[in-house]
């Protein structure tokens, strides 16, 4: 050793590193081929959940490389919609308010959804902008889930009050969801609280074109993973894309929860609105 140079002492390091990694890694092979199938598959499953966990979403732009991770859009997805629901209250029968699920602002009009089972208590109030609000019944038909109400001032605001602005939610197709896919829902009884999951199943059917014989499949609902209290009825669903693709219906009397797709509220506002721009369809 004395008599080599400081580039063969280099090249016989890096030489000598090279043959330990080669053996380590054939000794682990054989380890793993020999490992009980319990063993084997704890492994992989850590493996897998660390790949994970530090994958990040990678946006390529002209000139630098822009990394998003799932948390930043999920702060992005919040703060986007946070503006456009409202916590419903009705008085009960000792006076007192209390809360009556949530509503969605779909129209700069003021057209709010939510599950028409929230009509059903008395008179709809919500507080938009430090103003009160009635939530007068527009649409509440029998065949669907939700339902469609305007909010119109509780009294006469003051020439030096401003109008409250509403901002329309984006809906999307629900149609294009994953099971798998991350599922946010702004609801509770103040209309802030967050609950994330997972889209868990889709519920689809065919239908058959009897002179075509076209099939065409639609999505009647989809579940969620999250389990939700009643408070949050009427809450919209939304994508890490802050596209809204439905609703929660929750029916506490029989212990039901079920996602409503976005287009039954697309159908309720349309006719109210026929031009309106603030509803997108989007994915």
């Known amino acids: 050793m004395e008599h080599l140079t400081k580039s063969q002492i280099v ?11 080669m053996a380590t890694g054939i000794v682990v092979v054989t380890l793993m081929q020999q490992a009980p199938g319990p063993v084997l598959q704890s492994i992989t499953n850590v493996v897998e ?50 809360s009556a699920g949530i509503g969605t602002i779909l129209s700069k009009d003021g057209f709010v959804v939510t599950d028409k089972g929230n009509f059903g208590g008395g008179v709809l109030m919500a507080t938009v902008d430090g103003v ?22 509780v009294k006469p605001l003051a020439t030096s009050t401003p109008p409250a602005t509403f901002i329309p939610v984006i809906l ?19 209309g802030k609280t967050i609950v994330t999951g997972l889209i868990s199943n889709l519920d689809t059917r065919i239908v058959t074109d009897k002179e075509t014989k076209v099939e065409t499949k639609f999505l009647d609902g989809f579940g969620l993973s999250q ?19 439905g609703f929660v219906s929750i029916d506490e009397s029989i212990g039901t929860q079920i996602g409503i797709p976005a287009a039954e509220a697309q159908a309720l506002l349309v006719p109210q609105t026929p031009a309106s721009p603030e509803v997108k369809k989007a994915r």
């Open 132 to 153: 009160s609000y009635a939530l007068e019944v527009v649409s509440n038909e029998k065949s669907g889930t939700l339902g469609l109400g305007k909010l119109t001032p």
């Open 11 to 21: 090249l016989l390091t890096l030489f000598v590193s090279f043959v330990s990694s």
């Open 227 to 245: 389990r939700l209290a009643g408070t949050s009825n009427g809450a919209p669903i939304i994508t890490l894309g802050g596209v809204v693709m």
């Open 49 to 98: 959940r660390t790949i994970e966990k530090v994958t990040p979403t990678i946006i390529e732009k002209p000139g630098k490389q822009v990394i998003i991770k799932d948390e930043d859009l999920m702060v992005a997805a919040i703060e986007r919609n946070t503006k456009s629901v409202v916590a419903l209250r009705v008085a009960g029968e000792d006076g007192e308010m209390r």
């Open 172 to 190: 999307g197709d629900a149609s294009t969801l994953k099971v798998g896919q991350t599922a946010i829902v702004l609801g509770g009884w103040d």
